[in-house]
């Protein structure tokens, strides 16, 4: 069943468990994730699954959270996954000064704390991403992993929406911050 067929929760708990790891997995690289969520099926209602997506998210190692961050691109390259290239649509058409900075402070970044800057990025424009790395930065690992984490968490979960959402129907992507 590609993606497309897809009519909400119901399917999803129907595909098979390969199937379901499958398009867990791409939403979140963590395979751990991915068998953890998909083994938890069926769930009883979409609040329930994202929920339960969160749960296992926190509750990742380090190595596992790792593994989720390294299928993300860097903000301001050309990503080759469409769940990339839509989060990162406002990065698009930025300026060539503001992307040559992105790329100068994600190799900095990367540097100090190991990982991709991982951000919310959708629908924001480039300097909006430019100047939240720019603060993130100075923080300390700590801080770093746990904000990390955080928008981890709100990429898997418009990621997911996404995913059971039918074909053709918006979706309004914005969660708190």
């Not at 897809?6 to 395979?31: D, K, P």
């Not at 929920?51 to 390259?77: K, Q």
């Not at 930025?94 to 540097?111: D, F, I, K």
């Not at 923080?139 to 709100?154: F, G, Y």
């Amino acid at each position: 069943m590609r993606r497309t067929d897809w009519r909400g929760l119901e399917s999803f708990n129907a595909l098979s468990q390969t199937q379901a790891i499958h398009q867990l997995y791409e939403c979140c690289s963590s395979s751990i994730w991915a068998l953890r969520v998909a083994k938890a099926r069926p769930f009883a209602d979409t609040e329930s699954f994202l929920s339960y997506a969160d749960s296992i998210l926190a509750e990742l190692t380090d190595a596992d959270l790792d593994a989720a961050l390294a299928g993300h691109p860097r903000i301001g390259d050309r990503p080759d996954n469409p769940s990339s290239q839509r989060e990162q649509s406002g990065v698009a058409d930025a300026a060539p000064e503001v992307l040559a900075e992105l790329r100068r402070l994600n190799a900095a970044y990367e540097e100090k704390f190991g990982h991709v800057y991982l951000v919310f990025a959708n629908g924001r424009p480039a300097a909006e991403l430019l100047g939240i790395l720019e603060e993130r930065i100075e923080n300390e690992p700590e801080t770093e992993r746990r904000i990390t984490r955080a928008e981890l968490a709100k990429i898997n979960r418009a990621r997911l929406i996404r995913m059971l959402t039918p074909a053709g129907v918006y979706v309004e992507e914005e969660l708190s911050e």
